[in-house]
């Protein structure tokens, strides 16, 4: 009859993989934010309008013969520079509305003074004026720069601003309905325009928001865990250190106890200082023959257990991974010297598992115990499982009456549930 099997640990590995406990915190993908939308709407605003303004180009300079050359060309210009500069704003990132909104401004300004500069203002222009061409790209830059209020206010103005120059002598002198046709046709492509910019922005905003809110909760979680994994070590060390300490105290009856009790009050107190200091999260990786020297010299002290090992040679895990089987095996020693009474084996044996971690069996002959007190103890409580736990590991226990005890020590736990309380199996 097999002994019965105690897990002493419940913790998803996953998870403390994910929540950066065994190395470097792995953030969230950053999504499309809004600061990059705002350059992808910027630059395609900006090559459209680069394209229409070197396509109204050939226009501007045939209708010039009709329009007050000096001062056409300087408005013309001024209007072509703003489109420049805007360009190269979005480039470099700097000054995008400020541009966006000069390129607005002039576009509206143009389009009041062109009767000004005609020649002859009485005169009949020859086909549409050359402004019309840029409508959208004067409407779009306004999305870029305005407040949506002002932005769709813009939309409607400048097309109906336009409407009433074509009808105009100087507009070419077309037909209301064509005018209007033409203000429709300008108002719902820049009304489109517009909606596909604030759309896309307040999507952008509310990802963003979203990302926060994420990120918040990501920072709240990582404090709470790192205040339970020290708190499990507190604990840890108050059962390994301070209460055993305090026990051998209480059981002092000759110089050499005394000298003992000494020594283990120095090395609690100095646990203690260490466990105080900051600590936070780190990627350092220990080698498993590191610890398994380190097992050879705590069990030395023992004079009982023989130590070995098998696959681990080149394998590494996360230094809090180690640490804690480190001091869950050496409470395992001191629990089958201190209750397991005479044995005629005690082992220690470490070992690679299937998820390239590290596997530790500590198993005795002595007198076993009922597996079904093991959550009321102490040592096994919080010593062990607690502190498996904390790294993402499972212990589990098998023992029973008469029959010695084994504990194995696994990081990271293989296929275990996390949240199911510890049960004792048949």
Known sequence: MSAPTQPLGDADPQAFAEDGMFGRARQPRNPISHAQIEVVLSRSVAGIGLVFAAQTLPLMLEQLTVRKTEESLLMAGLLGLSILVFVVATIIQRGIRATALAVSGLYLIALVIWPVLMVDPTAVLDGKPWLWYICTVATSCAAIALPLFWAAAYTVVAP??????????????AEPLLALLDVCYAVLLGGVVLIIIYVLRAATTKVDIAQSNALSKYSVAVRHHATEVERVEVDSIVHDSVLATLLSAAGVHNAKSAELAATMARSAVIRLQEASAERGLNDASVA????????RAAAFETGVFTITEHCVAGLSIPEPAAEALYWASVQAMV?????????????????????????????????????????ARLGLRVSIHDRMASVGGIAVLRTSPGQGTTITLDWPQPGARAGIDPVVEA
């Open 160 to 173: 109906v601003v336009y409407g009433l120059l074509r009808i105009l002598p100087s507009g070419g002198n």
């Open 288 to 295: 498993v023959g590191t610890l398994v020297e380190r097992l």
């Open 335 to 375: 629990n089958s010297v201190q209750h397991a009474g005479p044995a005629q084996s005690r082992r220690l044996t470490v070992g690679g598992n299937d998820q390239s971690g590290c596997t530790i069996e500590i198993s005795d002959t002595g007198c076993g115990f009922d597996a079904s007190v093991a959550s």
